[in-house]
């Protein structure tokens, strides 16, 4: 069965077609723009109509691209800046593909289910899943077979702390601390349950695999900040061949994973897979 996902989120639209064989993905199409629905947006705020055409259009753009691809059944789930903001609907109907809103527990669910079957192996005990998103950061913890025993959204992304707190390119060191500050407010006090282990997905954790490896810990996050904003945005896209944008958003998101990790209690190893793939998996089981 070839199944596709067009996730719209609050940094970028992405869309992902893969074929599912005996639960296991084999991917035929990825593609991504950065369509930042969450700029300039204020939590609860409105949704512009020249961002909701813009979005239609990637989205039918995406959908094509599926149908091409030989897609036959598609799924399209909007997350955080869709599910906070004021005219949710009337952005649902000018997309008008069958939108699905998620609610941050379903989020983190799919997210679980992706992270842990697309690592390649089996992870043993407790599972800690952090997936930071452009507009929110879900946490969930659970187990191989068992899915999410626990779980829980929060309003904090790399999309929205960058927007809020990283104004300068580079970053100012002020202005680091204060991302950092606000992020270790949010998550510090979260009432975790301590997994065995800990896995990282979304945006920002993957890119981070091309600047430091396969995983997030103390000495691997502060050198990957270093490297990310030490210069402009466009030297250090160029040197770790990342998109500009991305790279703008980086070092809000390095933060967030650091936090995560010292509420989880354990370093983060990049995921494979994440909500897409959740979704796809999750597709194929309801088939």
Known sequence: MVCACVDIGTNTTR??????????????????SFTRIGKGMAAGGEITPAKMAEVAAVVADQLALAAAAGAEDVRVVATAAIRSCANRDEFVA???????ILDGDEEARLAFLGATRTLGRRLEGTIGVVDVGGGSTELAVGTYDGGVTWSSSYRLGSGSIAEDHLRTDPPAAEEL???????CDVLGHAPVPKPDCGVAVGGSAASLRAVVGDVLEPATLERAMHALSSAPAVDVARHYTLDPERVRLLPAGILILDAASQVLGQPLQIGRGGLREGVLLDMARSL
């Open 15 to 32: 869309v992902l077609v893969a074929e599912v064989k005996a639960g296991r993905l084999v991917e035929r199409l990825q593609h991504r």
């Open 94 to 100: 000018a997309v008008a593909a069958g939108v699905e």
């Open 177 to 183: 601390a204060a991302a950092r500050a606000h992020a």
